[in-house]
């Protein structure tokens, strides 16, 4: 290629480079005064959901520890929380009696180090050679998993074999195989029949 067929090359490309660069650089000042002006919209609505879902969660020794299901589990992107519905949350620590919980709504913060529930919260230890059948129930209980401890500050009705107890407030070490109700306790005891 000659000198002067290079030069109006040259002459021809520079002009479309530059008018290039500046719709681009146009653009950009445009997009973000926009966004300046009018804000993004903050996603409200859940980004995804998982029907009739089943997962395990490990504990920090890398054994089965909870097996978590429920009808509907939806993740709320601004707290990064989950909802479930009719959430079954039952123990798989083969060293334990397992235990199930299960209620009509659970929330669960972002790392699954707490599980609240919610409504109608059931809580189930079938009889073993060493104990009887525990059942508690109550409107709210907070299960903290990596803890193995489930507590609640409202009314609960338990039952123990033939007794039954009232009150208000609960902590249950399921590790420790700990107990306590907190205040206003009240209850009856059925001697077994002979």
Do not use: C
Not at 160 to 188: F, I, K, P
């Amino acid at each position: 290629m000659n000198r002067p067929r290079r030069f109006r090359v040259l002459v021809v490309l520079a002009p479309l480079i530059a008018l290039a660069l500046g719709s681009f650089w146009l653009m950009e000042v445009m997009r973000r005064s926009t966004e300046d002006i009018v804000p993004t919209a903050q996603r409200t609505e859940p980004d995804f959901y998982v029907e009739r879902f089943s997962y395990v969660k490990m504990s920090p020794r890398g054994q089965p520890q909870y097996h978590f299901s429920g009808a509907r589990l939806t993740h709320d992107p601004i707290q990064d929380t989950y909802e479930i519905r009719d959430p079954q949350i039952r123990t798989v620590d083969m060293s334990h009696p397992p235990t199930t919980l299960r209620a009509e709504v659970a929330k669960v913060n972002s790392d699954n180090s707490e599980v609240r529930l919610f409504r109608n919260v059931q809580l189930d230890r079938p009889a073993t050679p060493d104990s009887e059948h525990l059942h508690v129930a109550s409107e709210y209980m907070l299960l903290l998993p990596d803890d193995d401890i489930v507590r609640t500050d409202k009314p609960v009705q338990m039952s123990l074999g033939t007794a039954t107890l009232n009150g208000t407030g609960m902590y249950a070490n399921n590790a420790t195989r700990e107990l306590r109700l907190a205040s206003n306790v009240h209850g009856t005891y059925q001697p077994p029949a002979r």
